[in-house]
């Protein structure tokens, strides 16, 4: 964006970004994820975004939020068994994305360091210091991820394996895709797989009242600002980053269904 502007004599606005979102000619799904993105760095920088939101609504609106196609929902048994044949780097961020519900980029750029706490009962992620995270703003609730119940030992044992500080995988979402698309055992799956058989897996729960809709936002990192049950920004600037404040979020109380 940075060259478009400056070819053409234009500021780093929200208005400006709105015209190199339009000019891009891309489609309509793709406009939208321009535009969320360039709405999350301009909030996270302090700049204005009020012209890019109205965009993303509109964009919203004329159904570019709806996908062409959605990837198959992958299920945890077929996920845990693939997971235990590979190597531990890989199978350590296979389980986190199926506990967190997360994108497979999410967690394959995790360091070392954002695990804030590793026991075999017990595994707290901050997510602020990924790619995705370093857009968003640090004072929401979902910016944490408690890991608990089923597999959560198993994650503690092989992050004793695993070299410290290293990405937790160097291996891309394209990478995974490819490495899937010539496996027989996965074939038909790809890495967002992961997060939508995660999420499909939760949504009885909500049915039989087991678990609030709401907590299932915060662990996908869907959670609107000022949704039903969350802290606000001032408490959580209060709060700061630790453990105590990632237990008092609760998503520990949906990863222990995964």
Same mark, same amino acid.
């Given at each position: 964006m940075?060259?478009w502007?400056s ?6 606005? &929200?208005?400006? /970004?709105c #015209?190199f979102? *339009? ?5 309509? =799904? ?7 993105a ?8 302090g ?32 996920l845990?068994?693939y ?8 199978h350590?961020a296979?389980l986190v ?5 997360s994108?497979? &980029?999410?967690? /394959?750029? #995790?360091?070392? *360091?954002q695990?804030?706490?590793v026991? =075999?009962k017990?595994v707290?992620?901050d ?6 995270g ?5 004072f ?6 408690v ?11 092989l ?5 410290p500080?290293a990405p937790?995988?160097r ?5 995974l895709?490819?490495l899937w ?12 797989s992961?997060?939508?058989g995660a999420?499909k ?7 039989s ?12 990192k ?8 969350t802290?606000?920004?001032?408490t959580?600037?209060y709060?700061g ?18």
């Amino acid at each position: 964006m940075l060259a478009w502007t400056s070819a053409r004599g234009l500021g780093m606005t &929200a208005d400006s /970004a709105c #015209l190199f979102v *339009a000019a891009t000619g891309i489609r309509p =799904q793709g406009q939208l994820a321009y535009t969320k993105a360039l709405s999350a760095s301009f909030g996270a920088m302090g700049f204005e975004n009020h012209p890019l939101r109205v965009l993303a609504k509109a964009l919203r609106g004329g159904g570019a939020a709806i996908p062409d196609s959605q990837a198959t929902p992958l299920e945890k048994e077929k996920l845990v068994s693939y997971a235990r044949l590979q190597q531990p780097s890989v199978h350590l961020a296979l389980l986190v994305a199926w506990k967190t519900a997360s994108r497979w &980029a999410e967690v /394959a750029d #995790l360091s070392f *360091a954002q695990f804030l706490l590793v026991t =075999q009962k017990e595994v707290i992620v901050d997510w602020f210091q990924t790619p995705k995270g370093r857009t968003h703003d640090p004072f929401k609730a979902s910016r944490f991820a408690v890991i608990q119940g089923p597999l959560t030992t198993e994650i503690a044992m092989l992050f004793k394996k695993c070299a410290p500080f290293a990405p937790l995988t160097r291996l891309s979402t394209s990478a995974l895709d490819s490495l899937w698309g010539q496996s027989v055992q996965m074939q038909g799956y790809t890495a967002h797989s992961i997060k939508r058989g995660a999420v499909k897996h939760l949504l009885p729960l909500v049915t039989s009242g087991k678990l609030s809709p709401h907590l299932i936002d915060r662990l996908t990192k869907h959670e609107e600002e000022g949704g039903p049950g969350t802290l606000s920004r001032t408490t959580l600037r209060y709060a700061g980053g630790d453990v105590d404040l990632a237990r008092a979020l609760e998503t520990g109380k949906v990863t222990r269904h995964l």
